[in-house]
C-alpha cells in the first residue's frame, strides 16, 4: 500500500526552528516529485515548497523563502523540510505530497499531486 507519513511537527516559539520528515512506504520516491502543503487555521491548502526527484530542482513560495529548506535522501526514501526562523503565520497543518513528473528536474509548488500523507501539525507560539 502506497502511503506518506509526515512527523517532525510540534509546537516552537518564534524565531525557532523545525524539521519535519516526509517518509514513504509501498513505494520508491525515488521517481517522483515531493511538494510540502500546509493549511493554517481557517485557511485553504497552500503549496510551500517542492523538490524534483532527481533533487537538482526546487521551489518556495515566496513567504518562505531564505527560511525553509527542502530536501531528500532517497536512500532512506523520505524528504525533509527545514523550517528555520518560523513565524506565528507559518502554523498550521503540513502536508506532504508526491508525484510522477515529465522530467526527474522538475517540481511544482501549486500543483494536484496524486498522493498525500495525512499531516502534521505546527504551532508557533511563545
Known amino acids: 500500500q502506497l502511503q506518506l507519513v509526515e512527523s517532525g511537527g510540534g509546537l516552537v516559539q518564534p524565531g525557532g526552528s523545525l524539521r519535519l520528515s516526509c517518509a514513504a512506504s509501498?513505494?520508491?520516491?525515488?521517481?517522483?516529485?515531493i511538494g510540502w502543503f500546509r493549511r493554517a487555521p481557517g485557511k485553504g491548502r497552500e503549496g510551500v515548497s517542492c523538490?524534483?526527484?532527481?533533487?537538482?530542482?526546487?521551489a518556495y513560495a515566496d513567504d518562505v523563502k531564505g527560511r525553509f529548506i527542502i530536501s531528500r535522501d532517497n536512500a532512506k526514501n523520505t524528504a525533509y523540510l527545514q523550517m528555520n526562523n518560523l513565524k506565528p503565520e507559518d502554523a498550521g497543518d503540513y502536508y506532504c505530497a508526491a508525484n510522477m513528473m515529465e522530467s526527474e528536474d522538475v517540481c511544482f509548488v501549486r500543483y494536484e499531486y496524486d498522493y498525500w500523507g495525512q499531516g502534521t501539525q505546527v504551532t508557533v507560539s511563545s
Open positions: 523538490i524534483s526527484s532527481s533533487g537538482r530542482s526546487s
Open positions: 509501498g513505494f520508491t520516491l525515488d521517481y517522483y516529485a
